[in-house]
């Protein structure tokens, strides 16, 4: 069974930096691209970032490129999302998804909760 | 820029069907043809209930399915339950990023 668990979240400071994780089990995840996703509480959902299986590519939405760096570690499984210089507007539940297909997100965490506020 | 629009609310009573569109804007034709349709509960996580526009990944009910035309796709689900009240996304992809739709609440009345 595909599992993916979020971790990291945290009330953090405007200005502040945080570091996401996302452990993932029940598949080989050197093979998957996988997704950072965000919602904030009632409302829609937002993607945030994408990195390929090895890690050598990466993309961003614009609303986080230079702010957010996305990587993974494959020998243990786990992701991660850097998040520095933290807005208000960063405040949001953070999901980690697997894709698979083409350009599907299939599977998904939980979510875990930044809020960044003074 | 790419662009996903569908209506922020609809309403079914048990048993009858609805259908939700997702009317893609986007300059990548290849984009309509990865659209996504995710179901989120309150508190939960997405769930991928359609892909590619038409696809139904296994374990989901055959209550729900996908169609598209022109630049439209739709998410249709038969035979109203009450655990169907939820919100909907949908979603594709174009040229290294993912969008989303805005959402629609779907309330089974």
């Known amino acids: 069974e595909v599992q993916l668990v979020e971790s990291g979240g945290d009330l953090v400071q405007p200005g502040g930096s945080l570091r996401l994780s996302c452990a993932a089990s029940?598949?080989?995840?050197?093979?998957?691209?996988m997704h950072w996703v965000r919602q904030v509480p009632g409302k829609g959902l937002v993607w945030v970032s994408r990195?390929?299986?090895?890690?050598?590519?990466?993309t961003y939405a614009d609303s986080v490129e230079g702010r957010f760096t996305i990587s993974r570690d494959n020998a243990k499984n786990t992701l991660f999302l850097q998040m520095n210089s933290l807005r208000a507007e960063d405040t949001s539940v953070y999901f980690c998804?697997?894709?698979?297909?083409?350009?599907?997100?299939?599977?998904w965490g939980r979510g875990t909760l930044v809020t960044v506020s003074s | 820029q790419s662009a996903l629009t569908q209506p922020a609310s609809v309403s079914g009573s048990p048993g009858q069907s609805i259908t939700i569109p997702c009317t893609v804007t986007s300059s990548d034709v290849g984009s309509y043809n990865l659209v996504s349709w995710f179901q989120q509960h309150p508190g939960e996580a997405p769930k991928l209930i359609i892909y590619?526009?038409?696809q139904r990944p296994s374990g989901v009910s055959n209550r729900f399915s996908g169609s598209g035309s022109d630049n439209t796709a739709s998410l249709t689900i038969s035979g109203l339950q009450a655990e169907d009240e939820s919100d909907y996304y949908c979603s594709s992809y174009t040229r290294g990023t993912f969008f989303f739709g805005g959402g629609t609440k779907l309330t089974v009345l």
């Open positions: 029940g598949f080989t995840f050197s093979s998957y691209w």
């Open positions: 990195i390929k299986y090895d890690g050598s590519a990466t």
């Open positions: 998804a697997r894709e698979s297909g083409r350009a599907t997100l299939f599977d």
């Open positions: 590619e526009v038409t």
